[in-house]
């Protein structure tokens, strides 16, 4: 007899919410109810096994106009009784327009108290100015797609780049499997940023992007009647963990490269300083996201803060291994085919493959350009 049906981020000023719901008569009456992010409000009825209906309707304020009666008593539900195939329905098309001194979670529920049930059809618009950038999306989503579109001009600018210097080296015999990696990795960046803009262009065309995806989400990892990011589901737990045990392999993968090549000690240690703050961003930036950030900025903000910390790992990696730049600290002057000879056991198969590589291969060679 009361049920959650979406929630919402309006502006101040502009917000909206237009409805048509439709039910039997005879399943007489039902009412939406408005409850903002107050403590005292929505928080203090979701998940509350020990607030029945009445309870959870008795936090409503109604000098605030936060229930809509949706019967032909209350004149502003829109409502009218209609015949179809020999059955009374309740037809109810109206809206209401949003007005606070901050941009405000809304979480829209139905109920009937005491009552055999709920059975009706709805839709319901929810809007925020009439804007292609602003109207279908939540105000806590308002830049993602602008953002998103910003980083995927830019990530593309990186692929290209990253593929313009794998031509090159691949020209000389060159292109080692390190660099191949990191294009791959720039091309995976572009096909997911590509895939993110696709999805919220259509969003803000429609306002229902691909609602199937959408729901297969919520249902695995997220309760939609929580505001909740990433970082703060069983997934996100998930993602934490994972990147802390790449860390700490990280380490040992320096660590072990320092001991074996001590003077390959130029690239290492700006490489290690520079990842380890890329490592512990993350974890950072998931704090400051769940205590330092409001519920109703945290999409956007969180947004670009993790799309930033994708260009720096990867603008980070393109710099240091540039050819031009990197060649003193970075192999390039030994050729694929070196690596390659070099990587066979020695006559008689009694050297192992990395004392039988010369240490000191990184010598004085002429480094080659990017141009």
Not at 76 to 87: A, L, R
Not at 202 to 210: E, K, L, M, V
Request: proline share 4%; aromatic share 18%.
């Amino acid at each position: 007899d009361w049920v959650f049906l979406t929630r919402f981020c309006f502006l101040s000023d502009y917000g909206r919410l237009d409805f048509r719901f439709r039910y039997p008569e005879a399943k007489c009456c039902q009412n939406i109810l408005l409850y903002f992010d107050d403590p005292s409000q929505w928080p203090a009825v979701y998940k509350t096994g020990d607030k029945d209906c009445l309870a959870k309707e008795s936090v409503i304020r109604p000098e605030n106009n936060q229930v809509i009666n949706l019967t032909t008593q209350y004149a502003w539900s829109g409502c009218q009784v209609v015949s179809e195939e020999g059955m009374r329905y309740l037809s109810c098309s109206s809206g209401r327009s949003f007005r606070s001194v901050r941009e405000r979670w809304w979480y829209i529920a139905l109920s009937k108290c005491g009552g055999d049930g709920l059975q009706l059809e709805y839709e319901m618009v929810l809007t925020n100015g009439k804007s292609f950038w602003t109207r279908h999306f939540s105000a806590d989503e308002f830049g993602i797609l602008e953002t998103d579109v910003t980083f995927l001009l830019v990530f593309i600018l990186i692929f290209f780049l990253s593929c313009y210097f794998g031509y090159l080296l691949k020209g000389r015999q060159l292109l080692h499997t390190t660099y191949k990696m990191f294009m791959a990795a720039a091309g995976v960046e572009v096909l997911s940023l590509l895939f993110f803009c696709i999805y919220w262009g259509q969003y803000a065309t429609d306002g229902i992007g691909n609602e199937s995806l959408k729901i297969l989400g919520e249902n695995e990892f997220f309760d939609p009647g929580q505001v909740l990011y990433t970082y703060e589901s069983p997934a996100g737990y998930g993602l934490i963990g994972l990147q802390v045990a790449a860390y700490v392999w990280f380490c040992y993968a320096v660590l072990i490269s320092l001991r074996h090549f001590p003077e390959k000690q130029p690239f290492y240690v700006p490489f290690f300083a520079a990842y380890t703050l890329w490592f512990f961003a993350v974890p950072v930036m998931a704090l400051i996201a769940n205590f330092g950030i409001p519920k109703w900025a945290r999409e956007k903000i969180v947004n670009g803060i993790q799309l930033g910390i994708h260009l720096y790992a990867h603008g980070v990696f393109l710099i240091m291994t540039r050819p031009s730049a990197a060649n003193k600290n970075f192999p390039y002057h030994v050729r694929t085919s070196q690596i390659a000879s070099a990587g066979a056991p020695g006559p008689g198969g009694s050297q192992s493959a990395d004392k039988a590589f010369p240490q000191h291969v990184y010598g004085n060679v002429t480094f080659i350009s990017d141009s």
